[in-house]
């Protein structure tokens, strides 16, 4: 399975709105314990994949590649957290994960980041 890099990051970038929406008020559709799921999404079935096929990679990537699969996990758990702020109306401490300095923010630049230097090793992956 390939992974479109772009698609992936845009699609982590999206959840921001998803959860500033909801802490707006418009989180009905929103499931805490189903965004907590990381193999869900494209980027996470992507990453269980890879995990259970087990590629020769250079210790490098390897690297790079364990710490998003770790922190593709903590970006769900965080936002997760946020949902569940804002659907118990705790919208100011789900605000502040949103920010700047907040959990959220910080893992998912964190998750975007390390998606890029990822970008750079496709060719690893068998990607062009």
Same mark, same amino acid.
């Given at each position: 399975?390939?992974?479109?890099?772009?698609?992936?990051?845009?699609?982590?970038?999206?959840?921001?709105?998803?959860?500033?929406?909801?802490?707006?008020?418009? =989180?009905?559709? %929103?499931?805490? @314990? +189903?965004?907590? !799921?990381?193999? /869900?999404?494209?980027?996470?079935?992507?990453?269980?994949?890879?995990?259970?096929? =087990?590629?020769? %990679?250079?210790? @490098? +990537?390897?690297? !790079?590649?364990? /710490?998003?699969?770790?922190?593709?996990?903590?970006?769900?758990?965080?936002?997760?957290?946020?949902?569940?702020?804002?659907?118990?109306?705790?919208?100011?401490?789900?605000?502040?994960?949103?920010?700047?300095?907040?959990?959220?923010?910080?893992?998912?630049?964190?998750?975007?980041?390390?998606?890029?230097?990822?970008?750079?090793?496709?060719?690893?992956?068998?990607?062009?």
């Amino acid at each position: 399975m390939e992974l479109n890099f772009f698609s992936a990051t845009n699609a982590h970038k999206a959840w921001k709105k998803r959860l500033h929406d909801c802490v707006s008020g418009a =989180c009905s559709t %929103l499931d805490p @314990d +189903t965004i907590a !799921l990381d193999n /869900r999404c494209d980027l996470g079935k992507w990453l269980y994949r890879i995990r259970e096929s =087990c590629p020769a %990679l250079s210790t @490098d +990537t390897q690297r !790079l590649f364990t /710490r998003l699969f770790e922190e593709h996990a903590a970006f769900h758990r965080v936002a997760a957290d946020v949902a569940r702020q804002a659907l118990a109306n705790q919208r100011q401490e789900a605000l502040q994960q949103l920010q700047g300095g907040g959990e959220y923010a910080r893992i998912s630049n964190q998750v975007i980041g390390t998606l890029g230097e990822l970008y750079l090793k496709r060719r690893e992956f068998g990607m062009d």
